[in-house]
């Protein structure tokens, strides 16, 4: 039985795991570098431990120092949340080694789900469909073609060296697969050295839904339904929901089951996420394997009612699932937006500083899964996501009413954030209407960065506060007596300005 | 006593009428105002106007004049014009540097890399300097045909939002 | 159709109905006395209207002042809330005349319910079960005598002008009847002047249970199952849960069809309560009607879900309710904690003051319902209930390990509050086990007043923090700059404490 | 230098050996504690020890060396006694006012009720004036034969926590 678990991250995700360890009796120790002294993670574990520099590569992927840790404090398991270690098939097998449970699955899923070749050939093998095309290199242009014509255009061909678009063309009829496929690899040649390259279905409106998958040590496997993570920016994934709008019965119930033929097919253990690519009419096939818990997890457990990291420590414990596929429902809808310390009008450019002031929202139907508080200085070393906020309702209108009523009371000041940004997205038509796929953000360009009305009084409240408080300020001039600085404090100071003198 | 407010690209000319306890009642360019206006936390203010209830929030800038506002639909970076800034400002007149010779960066991060030296001669669009935030980078550009006169900060170096890090000319 | 609702309350229960407006597309308009410029539902709100000063009476209970703010404001329609004026007949009467719709039932109903001995007699018509007793003066021993041999013993004689236990006296044996006659007489002409005592069955460990209702204006009345309201000091609810852990499927449905046969009885319309005596063998009696929202309605709304505040208002626009009995269920489990300003070791006495830091729970299962924030100040003139916690879990299990861990995150500091009395109770065996009635807090007195283990170091660690933080003060004593006094701000105050410079 | 330290009723010698930044070393009561201490929100003190995580919240009392402290189990009153308050407290020597001959009350409310008046002798048990907050009455009792020498409030008065209402002999 785990009786204190190590987690090896930081900021929302290491709370969040915390917490569940909190509710099951289990102690929970923190692992932190010099920028996380104040990170609400450190201040929220029972034990906490310096594993180095602010740097990643020399804290949080620090392998030595994390093992350090969990043997100085005696910890039974490690939990690596996502990003960092998660998908680190030789920590996997390290904590093994050294005698720790590693919530996750064993190293094989990692590594064979983490080489994108191998889980295709995996895949195929097991009856999971993928996109069809090929991922050796093409020969010559009588095999481009044979190949185009077999899996039907439109299709891409693309440079197997390749990234960035370049070396990439799109092929909408049969007759342009000669030209594209010279082109494709003269500009492979050009780019990267390597005229490798490789033909694929190009999916015309993509949509990138996922399934949630739990299985023990019992050989049990369950799916938890899926999520619609179609709404990316930069390919990271923004908004989040469950059920998707673009799913019906019959559709879950057999991506279902494909998921969990997945799983299987890599003896998988633990909680795990399948990505699909879907296409309009409902193609839908794998893309790949998360082997490890997803940012995007708490809109499942919101709807299916489950906790997602208990049953994995309870997994890792050797228990039995406590349910069957039959015992699970979805009930009601939930989204989630992810909150970032970004600039939206100025390309997403990272935002980190301190939080001068947060006001989070509250009430029914809302969870609110953050780290930062008034004060904190987000570090520039992590990732901008500072908080996940997630709302339910009985409907899927009544969800994204919810969502709008919480990113009204999100109040955050010191650092830019995305929320005005989400705050419009609920306001488009597409989302409302359930009807977008991965180009959405592109397609909405327009109504997403235009700026909201602040009419003539509203503009005055502006100019009118700052002037007051200029004013205020103006009057209070003089050298703060000696007994006052000593008896004030920040919120002492703060009440005396409730009133104002002026 | 009249005072100049601006708003982004609006100037304001504001003044304080009368005021008692946290009722104020004042002119911004005419239109006048008869205020409930409480700071219920520090640098979040609540208007009652006309049975209206606003919520503005505030961030003192780089000076006790300056701010970024907050409302509902809309930042906005306010300045008020005192006679202290008017003579500053008149002091300085064809002495300020122009801002697009003066490369500094919006948020704090780490320098990568700084691919030119005091001295060289950059083109439009040439990459002066890289900066690291969260696992981003950001390039920044010269805008036009310029002389590299300064720089200010070294690969490695952490820089603060709104840091100096090159002068050019 | 309601575009504007006026909210004529206060605290955390304005908050969350102005929420459920905003979510609908509603504007909501709050009133405020002199003592409330600074609350939270001010500041939420759309709108806002003074009232008048502190006192309840010259604010919160004044009808004309807020007639006043409704015409002014344009409001469509009031939501009382609960307390104050929402069960007060007159006033839904005054709304109605005045062409503004009252979220609550008509005056008929209020009325009805209002009144003990009515709604006994209505309730006895309708079939509905009440304590077995008199309501009317007992003539003289013999009639005592008949009558506690009719209901049975263990029986209770009261004095009718009675409160406060004076002339109040419990028979056990029917022999005792005749001298407990005579002395609760004696006692209450002494007490009160008047000599008129009854009789009522006693319940030895009385549970109080609550059924939910929803009725509309088409002759619909549906429950929401029940709520266990039993955990109660000085007669006022501290913790509520569903499912009760006393009921069983069969006894639910008979309750919930008792409770529904008691609202149409009333002709009910709106969102309403019917409250229960109910013995440790089940048996169970009508006790009163609220008929408003309850303060403890989250827990329903978190395991039927549904939210109770939007179904109001649809009722109050003249819609059938959406659903069917046969549509709801209860899923999981969820308690709520009351989180009152008060000092638990001193009789819970209320403990008003100024909010200097607070950190409010948050992430899976949990919902706070709140209205204070750091730097407000709690006025003396209201109700000292600060906070409503909810958790829910899969199981009662879950939802209790849930509350302890929100509770141990919950963190205020400058008013008293009751936390970890709760946190006590959680821990309390016949909680545990779903095992208690209303006696529950005296029962456990000694361990709910015990004092939690800090041992040396426990100790050592706050005087600690208490030392460190007295010298920096000291260290730091120097008149601040003028300049540095300009630019300061509170937040940055804090920040620059954040690095202890010694 | 070594300080005295209340905590409760607990008195504490208390030593600053060494620091280093957020690194303090010190001495309670001869245990050596080398400790990892920052001041993350203000008043909230994180603390780490021998990789224990503490979390300590404090608010300063009616002087700068009086704190209310709150630790996970427990709420504490700790004073810092350095050679000011030593100095003060033997000044005061004798002649220090009995504190049950002070009557304030704990909470802020209102005097609802004083049914007493200077001079009047008082018996053990008997009401000297009742405060309400938040819709409860509390009544302040007299806990020995006394005499009322000085009433500081009067009805309809609000009071402050820990407000002089009363003075008896």
Redesign the interface.
Known sequence: MIKKVLVANRGEIA??VM??C????IRS??VYSDAD??SMH????????RIGPPPSRESYLNVEAIIGAAK??GADAIHPGYGFLSENASFSARCRQEGIIFVGPDPYAITTMGDKIIARQTMIKAGVPVVPGTTEKLKDEQEALEIARQIGVPVMIKASAGGGGKGMRLVKHLDEVGSAFRRARSEAINAFGDDSVYIEKYIESPHHIEFQILADNHGNVIHLFERECSIQRRHQKVIEETPSPLMNPELRREMGETAVQAAKAVNYKGAGTIEFIVSDNLEYYFLEMNTRLQVEH?VT??VV???LVKEQISIANGNPLPFRQEDLRQ??HSIQCRIY?E?PD?NF??????I??I??P?????????YV?????IP?????MITKLISWG?TRV?AI??M??AL?EY?I??VKTNIKFLEKIMDTRDFIEGKYNTHFIENNEAMLHA????G??????????????????MES?Q??R?TD???S???D???K????R? | MAYEVNLGHRSANVELLNRAGNHVFLDIDGRKYDVDIVMVENGVYSILYNGHSYNVELIEGDSSKKFIVNTFAKTFNVEIVDAESKYISSRNKGLSVEEENLVASPMPGKIVKIPVKAGDKVIAGQTLIVVEAMKMQSEFKASHDKTVLEVLVKEGDTVNAHQLMMKLE
């Open positions: 709370v969040r917490r569940s909190r509710e099951m009796g120790v923190a002294r104040n450190v201040r929220y574990a029972d034990e906490a431990y100085s404090s708490p457990e919101r009612g489950v906790d009930t009601g310390a600039d100025n450019m990272p935002n980190p500083g301190i001068k002031h006001t989070e509250h009430g029914l139907g809302l969870r609110c899964d953050g508080y008034e004060g904190y200085e520039i070393y992590y990732d901008p009985e009544e009413a919810r709008k009523r009204y109040k000041t010191g700026s909201r009305p602040c003539i009084e509203c503009e005055d409240m502006a100019i009118m506060a700052a002037f007051i408080d200029y004013i205020a300020k001039i050298p703060p000696y600085e000593l008896g404090n920040w919120k100071f703060g009440r300005r409730n009133v104002l002026l």
